[in-house]
């Protein structure tokens, strides 16, 4: 860039200071200049950050997206309208926030077995911090999907804090413009927040709480960055985020395309040609559309200028029930925000009467029963008499069958819902936990008992697609090292029924072992492995096999995980199973450690193959009890060795014996075929 043209930009910037946004990216594009795109990172980067750091938690990855966002800024600045800069950078960072979260994800789930992972548990977020990251989640998604128009005076005055005046002055438009485009944008999203359960006023304390303070070199990196130095996470983010926008220009460039040939072809095909032979007059004209519906006609009272309409409406839908349900969710993406409004609130409804409905059904008939909730948990548990008992404690809890309900309805509201269920659960067990000040942190998950169909219902929206990245939420209890994670007491609280004593933990049923299971698959956290088999063990649960089979299995699996599937084998598996604890005799990483033993993958993988082949490795060196418990409860002072001087010895004799006892199996002729 010539020297003089670098000059006059910062002339410019210095003589007309403080200038508009159109201003400043005028003068970057025609200079390309540092100082006017410095400006636009000081003046948006507040608001920039605090949109990337609700999306990432960590602040690493959120400044990496807040310098890809502004790096997309530079690349896209000649598409970009001055008046609009605000709006379309706050779209860009939720946006690339989102990709840079997907990136690190997908990275973590696929990083290498063999990677020394940190087991030690986070420190635990206070009780609401899960409700409140759902909460900002889903205004940023919100917000983000407004009209430009909308959008823009929302950030300027909310988020930015302008006058209206002051928006006015940088959009080039009268104040009254502003401020009825502000109101407009207010309700748009009242009503999209409340179709989704976030209050108004929650929406707007979370947009304006939580100020970003920008680092002098922070802007220095992001506009270093920008004139072609971007680091590997930034330039591939920012990359990502402008193929999606190439994308959506080509989408849209296919959607014109198509409706300018449609209607083409439709002219043609009204017009005819002259050759064309005279319809027929037995030809008859399709059926057209009712506009008489007369749901269709109540939904659109509901939003009528007349407030006696709109109440009318809403009372007549609410009395057609089941009818108006799914009327009503199309509603819910009505432009006109009253109708969506009026919608969101009638369907709650709708979902608790078809419980009471769905309650006095099973009561009257069971045997011939039939329901969406039903068939959806049959189809994992059975449709035994503990499925039906986990069933009935659902139609008790209106909060847990109405949460399901809504899952069913609408797949994509399943995560948050999980998410809710979830936090309940560990905000319940800490407050039964402040209450009971008496009891031990040690016993406190075989003496709580959570509300009826509380964890059935948290285990069963954990089964649908899209909840399974859904974190186990922590709680502390006393000390530092009393924390049990909501889904594990929750599972000790399952069993609160069949407890054969009072402060001890019980069998659960098979149908609710079999939900345990479901739910215990479908998640990502490679933790939730060794939790979750750790409690099949405790609890002495049959149905885990298969589950415990294909993660043994698994060599994407950390070694925790397998080493944990692999104990739960040798007490639920069958002497078919060896192989997979043979897969591991070889594997020196480590399990566990303490001051004097370690115990190692190979460890656990020789006592399990004995014990499948009915040994006991009690016999073979392993300072373990005898009998059908030997590896339920297992450290490194029952498995592990001193040193490999002595485990070495040991444990080649123990795979010597497995493989004298496994020889039969292995060269056993296959069954002949039926003639």
């Not at 395309?257 to 449609?262: P, Q, W, Y």
């Not at 939003?303 to 349900?325: I, Q, T, V």
């Amino acid at each position: 860039m010539p020297r003089s043209a670098v000059a006059l930009a910062r002339l410019t910037l210095s003589q007309n200071a403080p200038n508009t946004d159109a201003q400043l990216l005028s003068a970057f594009i025609s200079s390309r200049a540092d100082d006017p795109f410095a400006e636009l990172v000081r003046r948006h980067g507040s608001m920039v950050l605090a949109v990337c750091r609700r999306v990432l938690s960590d602040p690493h990855d959120a400044e990496d997206a807040f310098q890809a966002t502004f790096l997309v800024l530079a690349r896209k600045a000649g598409s970009v309208r001055g008046s609009n800069v605000a709006g379309w950078l706050y779209g860009v960072a939720v946006r690339t926030a989102r990709g840079v979260r997907l990136t690190r994800d997908r990275r973590e789930r696929h990083a290498a077995p063999d990677r020394k992972r940190d087991h030690t548990s986070p420190a635990p977020a206070p009780d609401d911090a899960l409700a409140v990251a759902e909460q900002a989640a889903i205004v940023d998604e919100e917000l983000a999907q407004l009209p430009e128009l909308y959008r823009v005076a929302v950030v300027l005055c909310e988020l930015r804090g302008l006058s209206r005046r002051e928006a006015a002055t940088e959009l080039g438009v009268p104040e009254g413009t502003v401020s009825s485009r502000l109101a407009a944008a207010k309700r748009k999203l009242a009503s999209r927040l409340a179709a989704r359960g976030v209050a108004p006023s929650v929406a707007f304390a979370l947009l304006t709480s939580g100020s970003m303070i920008v680092s002098a070199e922070l802007v220095r990196v992001t506009t270093v960055a920008v004139s072609g130095a971007a680091g590997g996470t930034v330039g591939a983010a920012a990359a990502a985020v402008l193929k999606a926008m190439l994308f959506d220009q080509l989408r849209a460039g296919a959607l014109v395309g198509a409706v300018c040939l449609a209607l083409a072809c439709g002219g043609l095909a009204m017009t005819g040609s002259a050759d064309a032979p005279a319809a027929s007059g037995n030809a008859t004209a399709p059926t057209p559309r009712s506009v008489d519906d007369p749901i269709a006609k109540l939904i659109a009272q509901l939003g009528s200028e007349s407030f006696a309409e709109r109440e009318a409406a809403e009372k007549k839908l609410k009395e057609l029930g089941a009818p108006a349900k799914a009327a009503l969710l199309a509603g819910l993406k009505s432009d006109n925000p009253e109708i969506a409004r009026r919608c969101a609130a009638v369907l709650p409804a709708l979902r608790r009467a078809d419980r009471q409905r769905a309650t006095a059904a099973f009561a009257a008939n069971p045997d011939a029963f039939k329901h969406p909730v039903w068939t959806r948990l049959k189809d994992i548990t059975g449709d035994g008499p503990d499925a039906r008992a986990i069933f009935a404690e659902l139609l008790a809890n209106e909060r847990a069958f109405v949460a399901i309900i809504e899952a069913i309805e609408n797949p994509n509201a399943a995560e948050r819902l999980h998410r809710t269920a979830h936090a309940r659960l560990a905000r319940d067990l800490k407050d039964w936990y402040a209450a009971e000040s008496k009891r031990s942190p040690v016993t406190a998950l075989t003496q709580w008992s959570p509300e009826r169909g509380t964890c059935p219902a948290m285990l069963l929206l954990g089964t649908f697609p899209g909840t399974e990245a859904v974190p186990a939420q922590r709680v502390r209890l006393d000390a530092p090292r009393d924390e049990h994670t909501a889904w594990h007491a929750c599972w000790a609280g399952l069993g609160a029924e069949h407890r054969p004593t009072p402060g001890a933990l019980g069998r659960p049923p098979a149908a609710l072992q079999r939900l345990f299971v479901a739910w215990l698959g479908a998640r990502e956290n490679p933790d939730a492995a060794v939790s979750g088999f750790s409690t099949l063990l405790m609890l002495d649960c049959r149905e885990g096999a298969a589950l415990a089979r294909a993660v043994a299995a698994d060599t994407k699996r950390t070694e925790r995980a397998r080493g944990w599937a692999l104990l739960y084998l040798a007490q639920g598996g069958t002497a078919a199973d060896t192989a997979a604890a043979v897969a591991a005799f070889g594997d020196t990483r480590e399990f566990a450690s303490s001051h004097e033993r370690t115990l190692q993958m190979r460890d656990i993988a020789t006592a399990v193959a004995l014990k499948l082949n009915g040994e006991e490795p009690a016999d073979w060196g392993f300072s373990v009890r005898r009998g059908a418990a030997a590896l339920k409860s297992v450290g490194p002072h029952q498995l592990g060795f001193a040193s490999n001087f002595v485990r070495d010895p040991l444990l080649k004799a123990a795979q010597a014996k497995v493989t004298e006892l496994t020889a039969p199996l292995r060269t056993a002729p296959a069954p002949r075929a039926k003639p």
